[in-house]
């Protein structure tokens, strides 16, 4: 597999890769930098690296795991080629390189399966037209004239001076 080069800031993409690998050697690539040294490239994210077989995603499968588990958008997905995925794979999330620019150098043994993106979140709405949403439309509180704290405060220091008198009155 030739390099795969990761542009700087790139986010909400998401590389599939299937392992052909042995089970405990797929395994490995769990452990902290592990992953790294399979991808060429150093100082990943091993938070945003899922390793795993296939066969633990039962019934949602991939095509499940990308659209319902990592928001990608079904256009993007062609179910029979991630049906015909088995054994292991690597899921490995742009946010691993923690925005920097990489050239991935892939071992022969990772085939990438796809290069999906992630659905952007609409952050932009319209102007929100109720009473409640004006500004200094909330209904004003009296400034407190702080009466009821300081009666608290003196009810307070009354139960301590009897308990202390009750203890005092105990011991002699």
Same mark, same amino acid.
């Given at each position: 597999?030739? /390099? ?6 790139? !986010? %909400?993409?998401? +590389?599939?890769?299937? #392992? =052909? ?13 592990? &992953? ?13 690296? /899922? ?5 633990? #995603?039962?019934?949602?499968? #991939? ?5 319902? %588990?990592?928001?990608?958008?079904? /256009?993007?997905?062609? +179910? ?6 088995? %054994? ?11 925005? !920097? &620019?990489?050239?991935? =150098?892939?071992?022969? +043994?990772? !085939? ?9 979140? =609409? ?10 949403? !004006?500004?200094?439309? &909330?209904?004003? =509180?009296?400034?407190? *004239? %702080?009466?009821?704290? +300081?009666?608290? *405060? ?12 009750? &203890? ?5």
């Amino acid at each position: 597999m030739s /390099d795969l080069d990761i542009s700087a800031g790139e !986010r %909400g993409v998401i +590389r599939l890769f299937a #392992l =052909n690998m042995r089970p405990e050697e797929a395994k490995f690539l769990r452990e902290p930098g592990a &992953a790294d040294q399979v991808l060429g490239v150093s100082g990943l994210d091993p938070e945003q690296i /899922d390793v795993f077989p296939v066969s633990d #995603l039962e019934d949602l499968g #991939l095509y499940g795991y990308l659209s319902e %588990g990592c928001g990608v958008s079904e /256009d993007q997905l062609d +179910r029979a080629k991630l049906d015909a995925v088995d %054994g292991w794979v690597l899921v490995l999330r742009s946010a691993a390189l923690s925005g !920097r &620019a990489a050239k991935l =150098n892939p071992d022969p +043994r990772l !085939r990438l399966i796809g290069l999906y993106t992630e659905e952007a979140t =609409n952050w932009s709405g319209g102007t929100i037209e109720t009473e409640s949403a !004006r500004p200094y439309s &909330a209904a004003q =509180n009296p400034v407190s *004239s %702080g009466q009821p704290r +300081r009666t608290g *405060s003196a009810l307070l220091a009354l139960i301590i001076l009897l308990v202390i008198g009750g &203890a005092l009155w105990l011991i002699l």
